[in-house]
């Protein structure tokens, strides 16, 4: 069976902008994904760190969600992920924000993932993909964040065939 899942995409460390667009390309080897605006933000974590770039893409697929995860993860160490510090500086940070309809409680994956409704960085590139986008019976475009975003847009969706 196919599922719609969502992915965030974030980089701050290297060419970001090309780290995402390889990471995007492997995402669209797991199913038909299309991608987001890109956009830059201010970091969530420590503020001695550079700006991060972000986006999301929709990917349709059919691997189970702990199979996603483990793509997922394999991708960021591809990608020469290092974790240096909660909240830090990272070359690839991929996140399974969505999968379906499915709330996921696991040792090793939370779906939808945890703090979504506070990441303007995650709802606005959501919401580009689907403007009538409902987490939990909310519509995403309606939360006050969307009106109060911190992101400067720097592509649009284009930027990952560049």
């Known amino acids: 069976m196919i599922i719609r899942t969502y992915i965030g995409l974030g980089s701050n460390l290297g060419d970001s902008?090309?780290?995402l667009r390889e990471a995007v390309a492997k995402l669209a080897g797991l199913g038909p994904a299309q991608v987001s605006r890109?956009?830059?933000s201010p970091p969530m974590g420590p503020q001695d760190q550079p700006n991060y770039l972000n986006a999301v893409v929709q990917l349709d697929t059919a691997l189970e969600p702990l199979a996603l995860l483990d793509?997922?993860?394999?991708?960021?160490?591809?990608a020469g992920r290092v974790r240096l510090?909660?909240?830090?500086?990272r070359t690839l940070d991929l996140d399974l924000l969505i999968y379906g309809q499915q709330?996921?409680?696991?040792?090793?994956?939370t779906v939808p993932h945890i703090g979504i409704l506070d990441r303007d960085f995650v709802v606005i590139p959501l919401l580009d993909l689907d403007a009538h986008l409902q987490l939990n019976?909310?519509?995403?475009k309606d939360l006050e964040l969307v009106q109060q975003a911190s992101l400067t847009v720097i592509a649009d969706q284009s930027w990952a065939n560049a």
């Open 17 to 19: 902008q090309q780290i």
């Open 85 to 89: 510090r909660r909240w830090g500086e």
């Open 103 to 109: 709330q996921i409680q696991d040792e090793r994956l």
């Open 71 to 78: 793509q997922l993860q394999q991708f960021e160490q591809e």
């Open 38 to 40: 890109l956009y830059q």
């Open 137 to 140: 019976g909310h519509p995403l």
